[in-house]
């Protein structure tokens, strides 16, 4: 699956590299256009054609596509912690952002979180040959995620900054 950010200037380069890695392949390729944006419109101002396994997700439910993902790919958004904590691994496809890191999971050591255009390619191969592994600690998980994240409190806040 790929979570597109806000930003439309990238969504050409990153379909055009969904399309080199996974156009010809048999997995299922679920695209969550940002729900800011009819995934119809988008589709039309990029003037692209899908391939045949490629599915348009914004309809999907997220927890539903949870489920069934092998991993998610995105870029600028908080997918990658949301995704980390639904227990899908997530990675952050730097080339659709080659202008900022914007990689949420910092200090997150587990597994190597960002991937270029070959990385995307490597995973494919590892998807399909049954060598990726979906499974991790997630205890380590959890660690990193009250390490890093807290739910607000304005309570807290207060006594934390005043």
């Known amino acids: 699956m790929y979570a597109f950010s ?5 969504y050409a380069i990153i379909l055009a590299a969904l399309k080199n890695c996974f156009a010809d392949s048999s997995i299922k390729v679920y695209l969550k256009i940002h729900p800011d944006y009819a995934e119809e419109q988008v589709m039309r101002r990029l003037g692209m054609d ?12 997220w927890i539903d596509l949870y489920k069934v993902v092998d991993c998610i790919f995105y870029d600028d958004n908080s997918i990658g912690l949301e995704g980390l904590i ?10 659709g952002d080659p202008i ?3 990689d949420r999971m910092f200090g997150f050591n587990l597994w190597k ?4 255009e070959p990385g995307m390619k490597e995973l494919r191969l590892a998807i399909e040959s049954g060598s990726f592994d ?11 995620v009250k390490e890093y994240y807290t739910p607000y409190a304005q309570a807290q806040c207060y006594s934390r900054f005043f």
């Open 6 to 10: 806000y930003d439309l200037s990238n």
């Open 50 to 61: 899908l391939a045949p396994n490629f599915v348009l997700g914004q309809k999907l439910d």
């Open 86 to 95: 639904q227990g899908v691994k997530t990675f952050n496809f730097i080339a």
């Open 100 to 102: 900022y890191n914007c």
């Open 113 to 116: 979180t960002e991937l270029d």
């Open 134 to 144: 979906k499974n991790w600690d997630r205890k380590a998980t959890v660690a990193y």
